[in-house]
Nanobody, 115 residues
Framework: QVQLVESGGGSVQPGGSLRLSCAASGFNFNIYVMNWYRQAPGKQRDLVAQITPGGTPTYADSVKGRFTISRDNAKNTVYLQLNSLKPEDTAIYYC?????????WGQGTQVTVSS
């Protein structure tokens, strides 16, 4: 079955950096678009970044120039590098894949940005 396991979250000060990882299994990772979403308390879950099988990224306007999505198809892993973090980036970050018409989510990893 499809499994997505995120790691790498934590607490950082404004301006800091984190690198999130999502290890995927149970499907042919190499041919699927992979997504990172985030959900802040009391808010909806929003798309942050996505990457095509060939490595072409797209980003939400709020994170452009600060976050970088990448993937390693040999390791079935997608990454999200978070730089220049702001308090408003505080959220649970989720890895996502739309596989055979269904959405699959990881358990999420908490990112907290606070001084």
């Amino acid at each position: 079955q499809v499994q997505l396991v995120e790691s790498g979250g934590g607490s950082v000060q404004p301006g800091g950096s984190l690198r999130l990882s999502c290890a995927a299994s149970g499907f042919n990772f190499n041919i699927y678009v992979m997504n990172w979403y985030r959900q802040a308390p009391g808010k909806q879950r929003d798309l942050v970044a996505q990457i095509t099988p060939g490595g072409t990224p797209t980003y939400a306007d709020s994170v452009k120039g600060r976050f970088t999505i990448s993937r390693d198809n040999a390791k079935n892993t997608v990454y999200l590098q978070l730089n220049s973090l702001k308090p408003e980036d505080t959220a649970i970050y989720y890895c996502n894949v739309k596989y055979r018409g269904a959405n699959y989510w990881g358990q999420g990893t908490q990112v907290t940005v606070s001084s």
